[in-house]
């Protein structure tokens, strides 16, 4: 009888309100496992998951506890991580963290200590700047992966902030047109290297939803603006909607997707390294000129499949496999895409 009572209460979601307004909802055995996980980073574009993707990410946890973090929503990650993709996992809990003072919540971060994986699902990334930055949740997060070496990830405003550099959607969203019109556009907010520090994101802006809307030209505007204002190069990694890219503890980054299926995509870009590689025209009320020769930023695309076939080296950033090196650049706001570029003359310096 114990033994049944065991089982069923394993296979039960519980949900908790707490005092300082998290919501928790557990799938799983509460009590906390002790195993050690293998270092990673998940991110993704934003649409569906990608079950791959999913499964090397909960593969890296070793059997361990994995927990969801959001700012609103509901436990619609609990089933899917913890029954359907055929992984086993002691547990997984979705908290929800609503506010800047439920970050402070004690149980939420014991729950942050003891995961061996993290997950930041979708929404407003502005809500996990602005709920999270400055708490016992940004600091959890980087101890996480830094101290623990966690697995960590996150689909589209997830992905956003994973970067040590991110666009903040403290005005709201801002389109291509718009960023490449003006720069400087009060919707271009962008934090730097203040929030989360990732193995191997470090001075890199990443972007989601790549392909609806295309997204390139705001993400290259991004990079624009950081190579302006902190007189150094950068580097952005992008994801199409149905995108994942995963990066092991070494760095490479693998791309999964539907291709051939579906078109999608995934993308490394880079400032070139050709002195001197600042944008011409990078002002306020200005469009953006950012040509230096047609080869202002080198990027590597490639296309997520589903063993995740193509890969990148984060580590050196110029070396790939499965993917084609391009050259993007803008002049008065209206950019150029050329395919069948050289690599770039250096790499990550």
Not at 110 to 139: C, F, H, M
Not at 243 to 253: F, K, M
Not at 259 to 273: K, M, V
Request: aromatic share 12%.
């Amino acid at each position: 009888m114990k033994y049944l009572f065991f089982l069923t209460f394993l296979a039960v979601s519980l949900s908790t309100g707490r005092a300082q307004g998290i919501t928790s909802y557990l799938v799983g055995d509460p009590a906390d496992v002790i195993v050690r996980p293998t270092a990673g980073t998940c991110v993704m574009g934003g649409a569906t998951e990608d079950d791959n993707a999913m499964r090397w990410f909960l593969e890296r946890a070793h059997g361990g506890d994995i927990l969801v973090i959001r700012a609103t929503g509901d436990d619609a990650y609990n089933d899917y991580l913890y029954r359907q993709l055929g992984v086993t996992v002691n547990s997984v809990e979705t908290i929800i963290v609503p506010s800047r003072a439920a970050a402070s919540d004690p149980y939420l971060a014991q729950q942050l200590t003891n995961a061996e994986a993290i997950w930041i699902a979708g929404g407003d990334q502005y809500d996990y700047v602005s709920y999270w930055k400055g708490t016992p949740v940004e600091r959890l997060l980087n101890e996480h992966v830094s101290q623990k070496h966690g697995v960590i990830g996150g689909t589209s405003a997830g992905m956003a902030i994973l970067g040590s550099d991110y666009f903040s959607a403290a005005k709201g969203t801002v389109t291509s047109a718009e960023a490449l019109a003006d720069p400087f556009n009060s919707k271009v907010t962008l934090g730097v290297d203040d929030f989360l520090h990732l193995s191997f994101l470090g001075d890199t802006i990443t972007d989601t939803h790549y392909d609806n809307p295309d997204r390139r030209g705001r993400h290259f505007t991004f990079i624009a603006r950081l190579t302006h204002d902190l007189g150094r190069r950068f580097y952005g990694i992008a994801c199409d909607e149905y995108t994942a890219i995963c990066i092991d503890g070494e760095g490479r980054a693998r791309a999964f997707g539907g291709y051939p299926t579906y078109d999608d995509n995934a993308y490394f870009l880079q400032t070139n390294c050709v002195v001197p590689y600042n944008p011409e025209v990078c002002t306020a009320g200005t469009p953006l000129t950012w040509d230096r020769a047609g080869a202002a930023v080198k990027v590597y695309h490639v296309k997520g499949d589903a063993s995740g076939s193509a890969m990148f080296d984060l580590k050196g950033w110029h070396d790939g496999k499965g993917g084609a090196w391009e050259e993007w650049s803008a002049k008065a706001g209206v950019m150029t895409y050329k395919t069948h570029a050289a690599p770039p003359a250096c790499g990550k310096q």
